[in-house]
């Protein structure tokens, strides 16, 4: 028999989401020009390397 493997949405796939959407939001609508949009929403895509970044930026820092 063949077993199905399913996955589940977690809590932390939903906090994800709602990130990925108000960072496009935000990113979006800050941009001046429609390239500067489309890398806002790239930069959307990828918000919790620069919160990582940032947060260990500043632990180390002091």
């Known amino acids: ?3 199905k493997n399913q996955r589940r949405g977690s809590a932390s796939d ?7 959407i108000g960072a496009a939001i935000y990113f979006i609508s800050a941009a ?3 390239w500067m949009g489309v890398l806002g929403f790239l930069k959307a895509i990828v918000w919790p390397a620069f919160l990582v970044y940032e947060a260990f930026k500043y632990l180390l820092a002091g």
């Open 1 to 3: 028999m063949c077993e």
């Open 14 to 20: 939903a906090v994800y989401g709602l990130g990925l």
């Open 32 to 34: 001046t020009s429609f």
